[in-house]
């Protein structure tokens, strides 16, 4: 339970940044995506996942 809040939490503290940092960047990308048919933005959904999955594959392949 530990490591979900953990995860959580760096996953808010990086959402947070953008929001913080470039608001204006974060609303044209958005206006992008809403452009994106729905099968792309699937599509990147599905690489999103699968990479969340090899990048926590690798830390715990490195003993995290």
Known sequence: MTNVLLALGLVLIVEGLAWVLAPSLVERM???????????????GALALVSGLILLWLAHWLGA
């Open 30 to 44: 958005l206006e992008l995506l809403r452009e994106l048919p729905v099968e792309a933005r699937r599509q990147l």
